[in-house]
């Protein structure tokens, strides 16, 4: 399993968006799905799909959050045809903030927003290796605008396997960015890619609960460790749910409730969902009694 995922927050689609996704990129497919009656948002689907090997998960909770483009996913192309092919099926119903073209920094590229209003950045890399065919990368926007490099020695100190890669500043005359700030940096947290830059360009969104990153944890010290390192927002703490001093979201997970959530007996799963509603942090001792009835 991989330590951090994407969790991508629908109104409705999740079940939709999860069977397009997968059927638009290869080595695809849902794993599973979950529904949890009794929330606050009503009954909810959790769907898990795999896009090129990489896990995701989406939830349909109702119309809470929006996505934005603080946050979009890098598809790194071998060929210029694959980037054709892509771009074709996420436009479609969508809108380009960058139009496929040539630029600078690859021969063919766009940003597009979907149908589901999910940004995408579609890339041929060239001749460049590809590890990690989706790449999350985060934009700091408005009042953390400037932070970015401050954001990835943060998290790199917070995840034991970490690593920060090339990073390309702004120059001067790149205005309306200062000279110093972020326009490019590559880093890893336990295994996983990342992108990240800093835009002072005038920007109407920001980073919200619509997509957050999970960190599956083995046990409860695993979930004290990445709480007590990431949450700085209290009044934010919510059923696993916490934001980081940059306004990231962030959920800490255990594994057990994954497997918790996977049951075939409903009553099973009622008594989590029931348990975990009441919770801040995750205590995992206290869902397993839930989840056999003690």
Request: proline share 3%; charged share 25%; glycine share 6%.
């Amino acid at each position: 399993m991989q330590k951090i995922t994407s969790h991508l927050w629908f109104d409705k689609e999740a079940k939709e968006a999860a069977r397009f996704y997968t059927s638009i990129f290869k080595d695809s497919k849902i794993r599973d799905i979950a529904t949890l009656e009794g929330t606050p948002s009503g009954e909810v689907d959790i769907v898990t799909i795999e896009l090129y090997g990489q896990e995701f998960t989406l939830l349909s909770a109702g119309p809470l959050f929006k996505f934005t483009p603080a946050v979009s996913f890098l598809i790194a192309c071998e060929t210029k045809e694959e980037v054709d092919v892509l771009w074709k099926e996420l436009s479609e119903g969508g809108l380009a903030f960058m139009d496929l073209g040539e630029y600078p920094f690859s021969e063919k590229y766009g940003w597009v927003q979907d149908r589901y209003g999910l940004s995408w950045q579609v890339m041929y890399i060239g001749d460049h290796k590809i590890s990690q065919k989706i790449i999350p990368t985060l934009m700091f926007v408005g009042n953390v605008y400037g932070k970015t490099e401050m954001a990835i020695t943060f998290y790199s100190s917070v995840f034991h396997n970490a690593n920060v890669g090339g990073i390309l500043h702004y120059s001067k005359g790149e205005e309306p960015d200062k000279e110093g700030t972020i326009k490019h940096a590559a880093f890893t947290l336990e295994g996983q890619e990342f992108a990240a830059m800093d835009s002072a360009r005038m920007h109407d969104f920001s980073f919200n609960e619509a997509i957050s990153f999970i960190v599956h944890c083995e046990t409860q010290e695993e979930v004290d460790y990445y709480w007590e390192k990431l949450s700085a927002v209290p009044e934010a703490e919510q059923c696993g749910w916490l934001k980081d001093k940059f306004g990231f979201s962030w959920q800490i997970v255990p594994t057990d409730m994954d497997e918790m959530l996977k049951s075939s007996d409903k009553k099973k799963i009622a008594r989590v969902t029931e348990a975990f509603l009441k919770m801040k942090k995750f205590d995992i001792e206290t869902l397993k009694r839930a989840y056999e009835g003690k």
